[in-house]
């Protein structure tokens, strides 16, 4: 079974739980309750075959010691200091990843926000940027769909990765 490891970051009441409960359950609550401790949701798709398993790490700071093959962070648009901790978290992930990842700064909206600063910094940063409505599942969906892909990505790599690992053993016996 195909396993994905997601982080959900971003900064205090930048909506990561409301995205993934819209993701998972196709709800939102109306009250805000504050996430004090970083929280941790498995989700199985069974069809197609084979099943895959998303694991989703909801946290306002990057785990240590975490494998993951997708980065989701989430920033308010109507608050520039949100943005501005997106793009801390990226930089940081960069620093301390020895992996390769898919990244996205999403625009977490309600309504018309002006979403251009998100963009240009996505654009420099070199990531995806997407916009979401939280309220709208479909919405939401897409966002995940990015993490699905990026899970194919690594398991086509670390697969070609051993593929190359035995071949460079077998050139180098035959040099030997």
């Known amino acids: 079974m195909a396993c994905s490891r997601c982080l959900i970051l971003g900064d205090p009441l930048s909506g990561k739980t409301a995205f993934i409960t819209q993701y998972l359950y196709s709800f939102t609550s109306p009250s805000y309750i504050p996430t004090t401790q970083p929280k941790q949701y498995k989700y199985t798709i069974s069809y197609p075959s084979p099943s895959k398993t998303l694991e989703i790490i909801e ?3 990057i785990p240590n010691g975490l494998i993951f093959s997708s980065v989701i962070i989430i920033y308010d648009p109507t608050r ?6 997106a793009q801390n978290l990226i930089n940081t992930l960069r620093k301390i990843s020895k992996h390769a990842f898919g990244c996205a700064i999403v625009a977490s909206v309600r309504g018309n926000e002006k979403v251009f600063n998100g963009k240009k910094i996505a654009d420099e940063m070199s990531v995806k940027f997407m916009t979401v409505n939280v309220n709208n599942r479909m919405s939401v969906k897409r966002c995940f769909g990015f993490c699905w892909k990026w899970t194919q990505k690594n398991l086509i790599w670390e697969s070609r990765k051993n593929a190359l690992a035995i071949r ?3 050139k180098s016996f035959r040099l030997a």
Request: hydrophobic share 15%.
């Open 80 to 85: 520039p200091e949100s943005l501005y901790y």
């Open 168 to 170: 460079e053993g077998v």
């Open 59 to 61: 946290s306002r700071d």
